[in-house]
């Protein structure tokens, strides 16, 4: 265990190093990412400017939400961005090099191309998510920060688990991207507001199929005391749900390999 | 440069592209629903900050859920993909064939653009119906409004491929653009409107945009179509457009005249 540990943080240096020969595209790719989720928070803020509240939320509470999903999303990517390169490693054969090593295939790919530029999304979350917290009015507890701590790294499981399991598809097909940038869309687009705003249907698929509602509107409702069209405990339930999709997601993810063919280059 | 003899090469290039956005049909699909799953959320997004209103400043609703349709197909016909373009070819060093043509590059990149143009002009098509549904479609309410919009929007592609040239040119100095790319997509889609009607901004930063050429790139014809510039506003509209495109025209020569003497050919 602490020999693959150390394994996997040596992987992960060399790639830091490769990429930090690159100053000037690193540092604009910092500052991309944080840009980029920077102005989907700007444009909360302009909306909010005119019409004061979404529902019954207000911009700090939106914020939250933000912040939340941000954060999961951020500690999703500095573990697994580089299963965007899944595509290329079992197409061009580069997989087999994985199924030599003594470490689980599916850690050494987390680890083979780490890419730096994602702590921009990390960085970014915490900050949206502390300023939020900041303006809104609770009384702190324990219970709290945990319930704040499960959501983030569940939810940073849930965002996992939804992109290795397209990924899966990868030993099929091929290619895969369609299917990862599909999910990463929903998650994106829909976990950054109050579920329930996606309509009856809509909101039922966010929160049984693909479970975004528990990345941060579920937590977030405890927290804020807002009522949902579930029991209110269900806001604890991320990280054991980001547990079992998880686990499910990994599971699938190595059957599947078993239709790993090389392409023999 | 002459024109007769270089028209045929351009010719060549257009219908390169044009064949190009054929070849990727099957992306279509997948366009088609990440497109959808974005009118959709923004849809509910703005249903559910008008609340009980259905007028908010003037602007209906319905209004508001037409621009979000009109502005995604629009984005998709307007992209301008030389600067893409220009920067994979500056990567691959492939730039060098590019430029000893007797076809000056800029003039090539333009005729390329406009395959791309003409080769998804019968893609919307396809995705008309999925946006009606999902989003609102309705044509515009008078033909001043519809001849107003035709001329706005050529104006707005125009724009759209000023002010990415030189994003893409910026690569003759860096050899990578894609954080560059990036960086530049989200901002323009915020600044010219797309995301966020001027309307609903506060007013420091609407008075700001207003100012700028980047409005012109996709707010300026869509405040057009849902009928919130009307009559002699369009006008004006329009000029400011032009007015932009002249200036921005200068610019982008200005700046290649610098980028072409900075050019590195990567590769042997």
Request: aromatic content about 12%.
């Amino acid at each position: 265990m602490k020999h693959t540990l150390t394994l996997c943080g040596q992987m992960a240096l060399a790639s830091i190093r490769g990429q930090m020969q690159y100053r000037f595209s690193f540092i604009i790719g910092v500052l991309g990412g944080m840009f980029f989720q920077g102005l989907g928070i700007v444009m909360i803020w302009a909306i909010l400017e005119t019409f004061t509240s979404l529902g019954s939320w207000g911009l700090a509470e939106i914020a939250l939400l933000y912040g939340l999903r941000l954060t999961a999303h951020g500690l999703y990517l500095v573990f697994f961005s580089s299963l965007y390169a899944i595509d290329d490693f079992v197409r061009e054969g580069q997989y087999d090099r994985l199924l030599v090593r003594p470490v689980h295939p599916l850690l050494q790919l987390m680890f083979t191309d780490f890419r730096i530029t994602v702590l921009g999304d990390l960085i970014g979350g915490i900050a949206i998510l502390v300023a939020a917290l900041s303006r809104i009015d609770i009384e702190w507890s324990a219970a709290h920060v945990m319930l704040i701590t499960g959501a983030i790294l569940g939810g940073a499981m849930l965002d996992g688990a939804f992109q290795i399991l397209p990924a899966s598809l990868t030993f099929r097909f091929v290619e895969s991207w369609p299917a990862r940038v599909v999910f990463d869309d929903v998650f994106s687009r829909y976990g950054n507001y109050p579920t329930d705003i996606f309509g009856g249907i809509g909101s039922r698929v966010l929160t049984f199929l693909v479970p975004v509602a528990f990345v941060a509107w579920l937590p977030a409702a405890i927290l804020l005391q807002k009522e949902t069209f579930l029991p209110s405990w269900t806001g604890w339930l991320t990280l054991p749900v980001g547990i079992v999709c998880m686990s499910v997601a990994i599971t699938v993810f190595m059957r599947a390999s078993r239709g790993y063919q090389s392409s023999g280059s | 440069m002459t024109i007769s003899p270089s028209l045929p090469a351009l010719k060549a290039c257009t219908g390169m592209a044009l064949q190009r956005t054929w070849a990727y049909r099957s992306r279509m699909a997948l366009w088609i629903l990440r497109n959808m799953l974005m009118l959709f959320s923004m849809r509910m997004i703005w249903t559910a900050v008008y609340g009980d209103r259905t007028v908010m400043n003037g602007i209906h609703l319905d209004m508001m859920i037409l621009y979000v349709t009109i502005g995604m197909l629009q984005a998709y016909l307007l992209e301008p993909i030389a600067s893409g373009e220009i920067a994979r070819r500056i990567q691959r060093g492939t730039i060098a064939s590019d430029l000893v043509r007797p076809v000056g590059f800029l003039p090539q990149m333009l005729a390329y653009d406009i395959g791309f143009l003409i080769g998804r002009i019968p893609l919307i098509a396809i995705v008309l119906p999925f946006a009606a549904i999902v989003g609102s479609l309705q044509a515009p309410p008078t033909l001043e409004t519809a001849v107003g919009y035709a001329v706005s929007l050529i104006l707005a592609y125009v724009l759209s491929v000023l002010v990415w040239l030189p994003i893409g040119m910026i690569g003759f100095w860096t050899i990578n653009t894609t954080g560059i790319n990036f960086l530049a997509y989200s901002v323009l889609a915020f600044v010219s409107g797309q995301m966020v009607p001027l309307w609903f901004l506060p007013d420091a930063l609407r008075t700001t945009l207003r100012w700028l050429p980047f409005q012109g790139m996709s707010y300026a014809p869509l405040s057009i179509y849902v009928g919130e510039t009307t009559g002699y506003d369009i006008l004006i509209t329009i000029a400011t457009q032009a007015i932009w495109i002249v200036l921005l025209a200068a610019l982008v020569w200005w700046i290649w005249q610098r980028a072409r003497y900075a050019v590195q050919i990567q590769g042997g």
